[in-house]
């Protein structure tokens, strides 16, 4: 059999259905209580095999030195990781906005270390790819096991869980929100109460960012109030993205045609499993 000498992945994105602050660590890191659910909108990413340590990605992503861009830093950890002496030309076709709470970076750095794991033909399972991915971001390793979770802890303790799959309608208001405001404001409630996955499941729950960065970026409070028209909006993450459900494409499509040209948006639906290990022609080992 010829190995692939290339590979072509999706990197989904993903919504936090509700994210509870329970408590601050020593370490300034805060515990988590959030619901993780894949939709079906991605970006692409192609990797071609080279025979030489080099990693070349194109295009560069705008504000982002090639260096600090995790897709470059997930495979030079892998290829440091399993000493190879193999290298990857990778080629994005970026979909997610960036900056927006959907997880597009961690997302992007996931599928990296899958598909190279695959294509450099260095055997590392999946909870070895996720302990490496964890050296990258919090929200990595969900996106390497591929299936919708409970997280707890920093978000990296996953419990896999069964979720209803709506159709959601997604909103990115015109802010760039930053996460480090918003887990040092003053204002940001770090003492809600712990719940079990039953309760969560069962009644849902809130974003405790949402009231700070509604009160921080009005962007983001004007973008809910014009969601809320229609359903039930919510806020992904730290923002600015917000989404809500609806029971079939064609209700979220009549609200996005309605969306006012300052907000930009699509309509995906919900998975339980992420589209990253729905693919199995392209002989990643998943």
Known sequence: MIKAQTLSLPAPAKLNLMLHIIGRREDGYHNLQTLFQFIDYCDQLSFTLLEQPNISITPELPGVRAEENLIYRAARL????????????????????????????SSNAATTLVGLNSLWNVGLSLDQLADLGLQLGADVPVFIHGYASWAEGVGERLTKVKLPEPWFLVITPPCSVSTAEIFSHKELTRNTPAITI????????????????????????????????????????????????????????????QLPSTFTGFVARGLNNSPLHQIEKTGAVL
């Open 78 to 105: 892998l290829q440091q990781y399993t000493d190879t002496q193999k290298g990857v030309a990778i080629d994005i076709e970026k979909r997610v906005p960036m900056g927006g709470g959907l997880g597009g970076g």
């Open 198 to 257: 039953a309760t969560a499941l069962g009644h849902g729950g809130k974003n405790d960012c949402e009231s700070v960065v509604s009160m921080l970026y009005p962007e983001v409070k004007m973008a809910l109030e014009w969601l809320n028209q229609f359903a039930n909006a919510r806020m992904t993450g730290t923002g600015a993205s917000l989404f809500a459900s609806f029971d079939s494409r064609q209700k979220a499509e009549q609200v996005f045609k």
